[in-house]
Each structure stands twice: as structure tokens, then as C-alpha cells.
């Protein structure tokens, strides 16, 4: 058996603590400690030390603290997600945690900072740029195009040739169709249908069903 990397996290929060769960069910990775800004260095959360700020990741890793990182940053803060991206970029390496059950197509060309969830399909052709984040039971469609920084939350689902910039965020169950192009910075609502071309940032949410009561 490969010896494990050893896994650290940029952020304290609940998504921290969400990535680092997966992260060691995948079989691959040893959690080793946190980077944050705002938490002093030495602070023991759940038992493992903040190791001092982001910046500081990079010395620390040249040091042989850690052979990893990877973004606890949400999608509330996409500034922040892609400002700590690049700001280690090419300095430390981002782990592609992808957990067992997700199924990617021979070819698909993923970058770096990656999280796969259980069950996902990423079909052939496709390309997933550096730090996005694709929770379970979602599929990525054939031939699709995913720009750097997006979010995917759970059972997202996109057909073919679909265009997604960088930056965006879609809600649970929310689906893209075929030959769909989607500029940065847009916000899809759960649940909602893109049916047609979106070409400015902002965000869009589909009218809400009725709900009726029937006993």
C-alpha cells in the first residue's frame, strides 16, 4: 500500500471539517493541519493545530511540513476561494480528493484543487479546470467545459457541450441542457432548468412550484 499524503486545509469551519471526513474515507490522505488567517497558529481544533496563515503554507511546505492542500473555503466567499488559489498556486500543490465511488470517463482532464463526490459521473471529453468542487450523485456531462472556482452542489446534473464559466455556483438538483454556454459569476437556484444561453453574471432562480396540500 502507498504511503498517505499528508493533508492541509485552508479554513476552520464546517466545510473544513466536511472535506478533511471525506478526504480520509477516500484511503489517501492523512490530515495534518489547518491554515487560516483569522485563528492564531497552535489553536487545536478537533484535535489537529492551525499551523499558522495561509501565506505561511508556502515555507511550511518547503519545509516538508505537508505534501498537500486543498480549499475549506464555501461558495459564500468565491473571492476569497480563488484570491488563496492563486495566491498558492504553483507554490504548493492542490490535492485532487476524489472519493471511490465517483465514475470518470478514460480522457477527462481535471486540474488541481478537485473534489469528486460519491457517486458523481464525469462523462467523456470533459474538462474541469483548477478548484472546483462537485458534490455527490451530480453528473458532468459529455464534452462539458467547468471553469475554475465553480460549485456544484448535490444532484447536479448537465447534458452535452455545455459551457460553464468560472466562479459559478448551482444548487441541489439544479440541471443544465445540451449546448448550453454560461458566463462567469452567475448563481443558479436550486432546483431551477437552464434552458437557454446566460451572458451576464448574477442570480437566477426558477419560478417556485405551487405547493399542495392533497390528505
Request: with cysteine.
Amino acid at each position: 500500500m502507498s504511503e498517505k499524503k499528508r493533508l492541509t486545509i485552508i479554513g476552520t469551519k464546517e466545510f473544513s471539517e466536511q472535506i478533511i471526513d471525506f478526504a480520509i474515507k477516500t484511503g489517501e490522505f492523512e490530515f495534518v493541519g489547518y491554515f487560516d488567517d483569522l485563528v492564531e497558529a497552535g489553536t487545536i481544533i478537533n484535535g489537529k493545530p492551525v499551523l499558522g496563515k495561509v501565506e505561511d503554507a508556502i515555507d511550511q511546505y518547503r519545509n516538508g511540513s505537508f505534501d498537500c492542500i486543498f480549499e475549506g473555503i464555501g461558495y459564500t466567499r468565491f473571492d476569497l476561494r480563488e484570491y488563496y488559489y492563486k495566491m498558492l498556486k504553483g507554490k504548493v500543490p492542490f490535492a485532487n480528493i476524489i472519493m471511490p465511488s465517483a465514475k470518470i470517463a478514460t480522457g477527462v482532464k481535471l486540474g488541481e484543487g478537485i473534489f469528486v463526490g460519491g457517486t458523481t459521473v464525469i462523462d467523456k471529453g470533459s474538462v474541469i479546470e483548477d478548484n472546483v468542487f462537485i458534490h455527490g450523485a451530480s453528473t458532468i456531462g459529455h464534452e462539458n467545459h467547468v471553469g475554475s472556482h465553480t460549485y456544484f452542489s448535490g444532484r447536479f446534473n448537465s447534458a452535452g457541450f455545455t459551457n460553464i464559466g468560472e466562479r459559478c455556483f448551482f444548487g441541489i438538483c439544479s440541471c443544465v441542457s445540451d449546448h448550453i454556454t454560461i458566463c462567469d459569476d452567475v448563481w443558479i437556484g436550486l432546483a431551477c432548468v437552464v434552458i437557454k444561453n446566460i451572458k451576464e453574471p448574477g442570480k437566477y432562480m426558477s419560478p417556485a412550484a405551487k405547493l399542495y396540500k392533497i390528505e
